[in-house]
């Protein structure tokens, strides 16, 4: 900081004032005194007549006089001049003490005269940055107040000067030295000084409080921002009174109260008498309050009471503020509820995965038995077939075949039910007809009926063809006849299963949500059961959520009839009350194409023109199987169990092999693998390939291997037909 040399008290008046002053009063009397030597001489010659010489030697002896006498009363003058205004200001001063406590002020002191300061203290001086000396003799007093306030000082100056206003306090923004402002507040009073009218006052500079205070405004509006933005319930309780002075919107809308309502509260005011545990409420708000109080921040568990009852699990964090004079602890506390039911749910997810590894697993298990199965029943009903065309007509054994070749097709849709639960097998749609699907999914229902339900099933005539895959419509039936059953296995009842063509106008469709206007065939699935409430209505296509007895069901089964019915494109809706009943209704729109099914065009079994096919199965009956077929639909065969065995074949007989139809998996050699080695040798050869998975081939991947068609075991006479037709004349 500047150090400012202090000036005396009072002021002494300017050099050129005084010598100003002294040098009027020397000058009238010069004028005056060499005015009358002049004219007293000339009276004096023209009485006496004395010469003109003695005249002008006389009057310059008189004027010397004066001029001498004249220096003599400037400096005179201006002595009792300082005397005077000296002991005038020490006048003004008063006693010793008064002129110290002035000089040594921490307040600026100042008296204005004429617009003009005439006395200033070095505290004054200091806070704009000048000595006193250069504040008295060069500056105004509007050289140290800003522009913008610079009008309403000097007007305040003048209405006091003139007696219109008494001293008051007020504050204005000042100029410092170096151009920077300053904050000051001021207050003057108007005295009589050397006979005219002053104001002598104090200045105070407040420019760091100001500043201060500034800040501070800022901070609490920064925290008050923080606070009401913040995501949690933050109150402050005053412990002095017991009671919350302060809280954000959260902590009413956490305890359903207006802040008039809250300031009446104290933390355990808002709690049950007892915690979970046990443990009295305001026993334990008490310890945690006084380790906060303390200096610690504890953070613990707590259940809290809105106001209208409502328990709210919680997690509170203490803290006690800094306070004058005042005892003041904030408390942070995040509503928990969620998080607990997630810790809740967790119970349940965790068994829900539990249980979805488990379906993975049995999933997987289910797909290796699915293939081994399937090549079991392709040999059963490969032989079944065979045996139907070796026994004449009429004979005993044919419907005995026949009931062999309903069981093994029956147990072939089982297996492709297993697939598909498996994951084992994809969508394969197809235009169908839903009346015999759904018709044969409920004579497989009816054989678990107990005595107590009565089925009926009905289809109306005509019924538009869908494009669907028919083991999943199977599948729906199943699923939704079984819910129905175990709705009814206590009571008995009827389960109703229909199929109706149904047309959706523009308003209808609108009651459905998804379903477009058009043509449906609607499937409703219907039962007399126990019924659903609303709450269950509202969960019954989540997966795992299941009304039945652990070990009673999985939870699946509506949820994958939900999916299905999504990824045909159809929607469902359902309609239940408790002990009524419940009804659901799937809707699949109509074929556009048509009402009719789409039938595949396979000339007769005997189509062969004596085409050598060479055909490779590392299972033998399935080998055998087509030994015996295949010459009879008219083609000659080759057949191998091993497909190493195979290709050293293929290798010396290229000419002569027509078609390469071989099994999927394999040991040694995978069916792919024998494929890709063999059309190497012989480029352009067509391929079938048959799996046991259920899984549609990659159709790039069957492209570049030439595989002109997959035929899924187990397979009919009918199936290796159109196959073998198909991979030897491709369409076009």
């Known amino acids: 900081m500047q150090s400012i040399p202090a000036s005396p008290l009072p002021p002494l008046p300017r050099p050129s004032a005084t010598w100003l002053m002294a040098l009027k009063v020397a000058g009238i009397y010069g004028g005056l005194a060499a005015a009358w030597i002049v004219v007293s001489e000339l009276v004096v010659v023209g009485r006496t007549g004395a010469s003109r010489e003695l005249l002008w030697l006389e009057i310059s002896k008189g004027l010397g006089f004066v001029a001498?006498?004249?220096?003599?009363?400037?400096?005179?003058?201006?002595?009792?001049?300082?005397?005077?205004?000296?002991?005038?200001?020490?006048?003004?001063?008063?006693?010793?003490?008064?002129?110290?406590?002035?000089?040594?002020?921490?307040?600026?002191?100042?008296?204005?005269?004429?617009?003009?300061?005439?006395?200033?203290?070095?505290?004054?001086?200091?806070?704009?940055?000048?000595?006193?000396?250069?504040?008295?003799?060069?500056?105004?007093?509007?050289?140290?107040?800003?522009?913008?306030?610079?009008?309403?000082?000097?007007?305040?100056?003048?209405?006091?000067?003139?007696?219109?206003?008494?001293?008051?306090?007020?504050?204005?923004?000042?100029?410092?030295?170096?151009?920077?402002?300053?904050?000051?507040?001021?207050?003057?009073?108007?005295?009589?000084?050397?006979?005219?009218?002053?104001?002598?006052?104090?200045?105070?500079?407040v420019t760091d409080r100001h500043e201060a205070e500034a800040a501070l405004r800022e901070s609490e509006a920064r925290y008050r921002l923080l606070i009401q933005t913040a995501p949690e319930a933050i109150v402050v309780l005053d412990l002095n009174q017991g009671r919350f002075v302060d809280y954000n919107q959260q902590a009413e809308l956490l305890f359903e109260m207006s802040g008039e309502e809250l300031s009446r509260h104290g933390l355990a005011d808002l709690s049950p008498e007892n915690q979970p545990d046990g443990r009295r409420s305001a026993e334990v708000t008490a310890a945690q309050v006084a380790l906060a109080v303390a200096g610690g921040t504890p953070t613990f568990e707590w259940v809290h009471r809105s106001r209208t009852g409502r328990e709210i699990p919680c997690e509170i964090r203490l803290v006690r503020l800094p306070a004058h004079g005042r005892t003041l602890i904030r408390g942070s506390i995040m509503d928990i509820t969620e998080q607990r039911q997630a810790e809740e749910h967790g119970r349940k997810l965790e068994e829900e995965l539990r249980q979805a590894q488990k379906l993975q697993a049995i999933g997987t298990l289910a797909g290796g038995i699915a293939h081994d199965f399937n090549n079991i029943l392709a040999a059963i009903l490969g032989n079944a077939q065979l045996l139907k065309l070796l026994l004449p007509p009429g004979d005993?054994?044919?419907?005995?075949?026949?009931?062999?070749?309903?069981?093994?097709?029956?147990?072939?849709?089982?297996?492709?039910?297993?697939?598909?639960?498996?994951?084992?097998?994809?969508?394969?749609?197809?235009?169908?007809?839903?009346?015999?699907?759904?018709?044969?999914?409920?004579?497989?229902?009816?054989?678990?009926?107990?005595?107590?339900?009565?089925?009926?099933?009905?289809?109306?005539?005509?019924?538009?063809?869908?494009?669907?895959?028919?083991?999943?419509?199977?599948?729906?039936?199943?699923?939704?006849?079984?819910?129905?059953?175990?709705?009814?296995?206590?009571?008995g009842g009827t389960l109703n299963v229909s199929l109706a063509a149904v047309s959706l106008s523009v308003q209808a469709s609108q009651s459905k949500p998804g379903l477009p206007p058009g043509r449906y065939v609607c499937l409703k699935v219907s039962d007399t059961g126990h019924g659903m409430n609303a709450a269950t209505l509202q969960r019954i296509y989540e997966p795992f959520f299941t009304t039945k007895p652990v070990g009673d069901g999985t939870g699946l089964g509506l949820a994958v009839v939900h999916g299905i019915v999504q990824s045909h494109n159809g929607g469902i809706s359902v309609s239940s009350e408790p002990g009524r009943g419940t009804t659901f209704s799937l809707y699949f729109p109509a074929n556009a194409d048509g009402a009719g099914a789409e039938t595949k065009q396979v000339p007769d079994l005997a189509t062969g023109q004596n085409q050598r096919i060479l055909f490779v199965d590392d299972e033998t009956p399935i080998a055998e199987v087509a030994r015996v077929m295949l010459p009879r639909l008219g083609y000659r065969v080759t057949v191998f169990v091993k497909p190493r065995e195979a290709l050293e074949y293929f290798r010396l007989n290229l000419a002569d092999i027509d078609l390469l139809m071989t099994d999927l998996s394999m040991p040694e050699l995978s069916g792919v693998d024998l494929i890709r080695e063999a059309i190497r040798l012989k480029p352009g050869l067509p391929a079938v390939l048959l799996t046991g998975y259920g899984k549609t081939f990659d159709s790039r991947a069957s492209s570049s291997l030439n595989i002109r068609e997959v035929i899924t075991k187990p397979f009919t006479m009918e199936n290796l037909a159109s196959a073998i037709h198909g991979a030897l004349v491709p369409k076009r």
């Open 68 to 205: 001498v006498t004249s220096a003599l009363l400037v400096l005179l003058v201006r002595h009792y001049l300082r005397i005077l205004q000296k002991a005038e200001s020490l006048q003004w001063a008063g006693e010793p003490q008064f002129r110290s406590l002035v000089e040594q002020s921490i307040v600026g002191v100042y008296l204005i005269q004429n617009n003009r300061f005439a006395y200033v203290n070095p505290r004054l001086a200091e806070i704009f940055g000048y000595t006193p000396a250069e504040i008295t003799e060069r500056l105004v007093v509007a050289d140290l107040v800003a522009a913008v306030d610079r009008a309403a000082i000097l007007a305040s100056l003048a209405s006091r000067l003139r007696g219109e206003t008494t001293g008051q306090n007020y504050s204005f923004r000042g100029l410092h030295r170096n151009g920077w402002p300053l904050q000051l507040e001021s207050h003057g009073n108007r005295i009589e000084h050397q006979g005219k009218p002053a104001i002598i006052g104090t200045l105070l500079d």
């Open 396 to 491: 005993a054994g044919q419907a005995k075949v026949s009931q062999i070749l309903v069981a093994s097709n029956r147990a072939k849709d089982l297996v492709q039910q297993i697939l598909m639960f498996s994951r084992q097998r994809d969508q394969e749609k197809r235009v169908l007809q839903l009346g015999p699907l759904v018709i044969e999914a409920a004579r497989l229902i009816e054989v678990n009926l107990s005595p107590a339900v009565r089925l009926e099933v009905a289809a109306a005539r005509d019924l538009p063809a869908v494009l669907a895959d028919p083991t999943q419509m199977h599948q729906i039936v199943v699923n939704l006849c079984t819910n129905a059953l175990h709705a009814m296995r206590n009571g």
